[in-house]
């Protein structure tokens, strides 16, 4: 049975407000990840880290279950139904081919301390074309789509120095693994349906209109 946050501050002897239990509920579902080595987030992970089963009844009722690990210290709400805010294609398909990475640098053992993934320009171009069959977006879309993954808490951007010709490298975070699960790969198939029918019904057009 879920604890109310006014008894979880009284038994943290003050160390704790009741809002300070609030704060990291919301967080946690509008952020989706938390990391304990992130400082914006790190105080929110605790709170739910050592309040674990009390945050997971308490966001339960909202069809939201949360996951964490241990060894590189996050905590993720993932929507129980796999509903969520609509994802473009582009989003999509970036998010596919960073775990496709993700995964690659798993077996090869390449992954940093933190359970971070360094994803190179030149190899997510190489990656797009094996992938995906697509040229990979430009710098400028792939810095906004960049932004929107920081927010998922699967990716950062990092800018390259100076003497560095590639303008920023990608950054791809262990909770990727959990937040880019089968209902990706679903989502990925309804648009390569959808592509598929407006392609067929643009080829009837034509031949109708011949």
């Known amino acids: 049975m879920k604890r109310s946050w006014n008894m979880l501050s009284q038994q943290s002897n003050g160390v704790y407000a009741v809002a300070d239990f609030e704060r990291a509920a919301y967080r946690l579902v509008t952020e989706q990840v938390l990391y304990a080595g992130d400082r914006g987030t790190r105080v929110a992970y ?98 906004s789509l960049a932004r929107t993954l920081k927010r998922w808490g699967v990716c950062r951007r990092v800018d390259s120095e100076a003497d560095d010709p590639q303008p920023f490298h990608l950054r791809v975070r262990p909770a990727i693994v959990e937040v880019v699960g089968e209902q990706w790969l679903q989502r990925l198939d309804q648009h390569n349906r959808d592509g598929d029918e407006d392609a067929a019904e643009s080829t009837e057009d034509d031949d109708a209109t011949a």
Not at 69 to 84: E, K, Q, S
Not at 104 to 117: H, K, Y
């Open 46 to 143: 605790h709170l739910v880290e050592d309040h674990f089963d009390d945050y997971v009844a308490a966001l339960a009722p909202l069809g939201i279950r949360l996951e964490r690990n241990a060894h590189y210290r996050y905590v993720v709400a993932l929507p129980a139904h796999g509903d969520g805010a609509p994802v473009t294609l582009e989003e999509t398909l970036l998010l596919l081919v960073l775990r496709q990475r993700y995964d690659e640098a798993m077996r090869q053992g390449q992954v940093e301390d933190q359970g971070e993934v360094i994803v190179e320009l030149p190899e997510l171009q190489e990656a797009y074309q094996a992938l995906i069959g697509r040229a990979m977006p430009e710098v400028g879309a792939l810095r």
